[in-house]
C-alpha cells in the first residue's frame, strides 16, 4: 500500500459527500443540455437545427462523463485505474524505505555506521569517493 492509499483511506465523509454532490451536478447539467436537445421535434418551431444538436452533444458529453467520474470516484474513495506495481518498483520502495544507499562510482553499499555532514557529502569506505546522497 503506497502513501496515495493511505491518505484515500483518511478522507472525511463530508469531502465525500462534496465530490458526490459536485460530480452530480455536472453530471445533471450535461443530462439536461442532452434532453433538452434531442428532445424537441425537428423541424417545429424554435427546435435547434441539426448542428447545433451535434455541436452541443459534443460539449454535454464530456459533462456526463466527467461529471459521473467524479461522483464515482468520491463515493467509492478509490481511482478507476488498477495500479499494477512491479517487481522492480517494489524492491525500489523496499530500498528507499530502509534507507540503503550504494555508492555510484562502485556501487558498493554504504555501512550503517557512517558519518553524513549536514549537505549530504558522504565517503565511500570502498572506493574512497566523495559524493552527495541527495544527488546519487
Known sequence: MNELDKQQENVAAGARFVGVVIGCVFAGIGLTVLGFMWSQPFGGFHSPP??????????????????????????????????????RAR?????????????????????????????????????????NIHHA
Open 50 to 87: 441539426l448542428f447545433f444538436r451535434i455541436f452541443a452533444s459534443f460539449i454535454a458529453i464530456p459533462f456526463v462523463l466527467i461529471g459521473g467520474l467524479t461522483a464515482y470516484s468520491s463515493l467509492t474513495g478509490k481511482g478507476l485505474k488498477k495500479k499494477r506495481s512491479s517487481k
Open 91 to 131: 524492491s525500489a520502495m523496499q530500498s528507499s524505505s530502509q534507507g540503503t544507499y550504494a555508492c555510484p562510482t562502485c556501487n558498493a553499499p554504504l555501512s550503517d555506521n557512517l558519518d553524513v555532514s549536514p549537505h549530504g557529502d558522504v565517503k565511500c569506505g570502498y572506493c574512497n569517493s566523495w559524493f
